[in-house]
């Protein structure tokens, strides 16, 4: 497709559980962005990748949340040992370049039971 | 720490008038953008304009625009001519070259038939 991927689209965990949520980007975007989306409020920042380099991870919660983007394309936002202050729609973003507009996909929202 | 406010939650406008949407923004960064987007209910977040922090003139398109005042680190929207389609969540947005990207809270706006 022509626009950002996410999936699941919805994911239901139990407490302690370990998840993984998947981003397929724009094909060609340089930048990709992972943020956090509590209900009502706007998008906090994750991390940012430069191609396959994790160049900002400065917004990540904790050591239980870890991305990577291997091969410059898709990325894997992982949780683990989930706990209940993790639920919440998780957006990714791509553009084309830093600077540049950013695509945002559908978002998968996450709740942990 | 980079920061974006948006200081009205909600915000109602009666259709085909005019309304202004407020947001300041605080950077350290020198090279920087600015953006506003919309996020309808349940749906996805769209760009609806970008202002480059280097150019002095106003961004347009179409029916909004904006008023960048960089020294006061103002950068409001302003919609014309008001839709329906236009009731939204709409968020201010600051994106650095260093990949750092701060969303505010985000405005409510409701258009009235």
């Known amino acids: 497709g022509a626009g950002v991927s996410q999936s699941p689209r919805y994911k239901v965990a139990k407490r302690g559980q370990d998840v993984a949520l998947r981003c397929d980007p724009i094909s060609g975007h340089v930048s990709l962005f992972w943020y956090q989306q509590a209900l009502g409020q706007g998008p906090e920042f994750l991390t940012y990748f430069q191609n396959e380099a994790q160049l900002d991870k400065s917004g990540l919660p904790s050591d239980r949340f870890f991305a990577e983007r291997p091969e410059g394309s898709v990325s894997t936002l992982k949780i683990q040992r989930t706990q209940q202050e993790d639920s919440a729609v998780y957006l990714c973003?791509?553009?084309?370049?830093?600077?540049?507009?950013?695509?945002f996909g559908d978002g998968t929202r996450l709740s942990i039971l | 720490a980079q920061t974006v406010t948006q200081s009205q939650p909600e915000m109602s406008v009666q259709e085909a008038e005019t309304v202004t949407l407020s947001c300041t923004y605080d950077t350290s960064e020198s090279d920087y953008y600015l953006f506003w987007y919309k996020q309808p209910p349940s749906r996805q977040m769209i760009l609806v304009i970008r202002?480059?922090?280097?150019?002095?003139q106003n961004a347009t398109e179409n029916r909004f625009s904006v008023n960048f005042q960089k020294a006061a680190k103002s950068f409001s929207l302003k919609i014309s001519d008001s839709q329906l389609g236009d009731a939204a969540m709409y968020f201010c947005?600051?994106?650095?070259?260093?990949?750092?990207?701060?969303f505010g809270d985000g405005t409510t706006l409701t258009v009235k038939p």
């Open positions: 202002q480059e922090a280097y150019k002095q």
């Open positions: 947005a600051c994106n650095t070259n260093a990949g750092k990207s701060t």
């Open positions: 973003a791509s553009s084309f370049r830093t600077l540049g507009a950013q695509h």
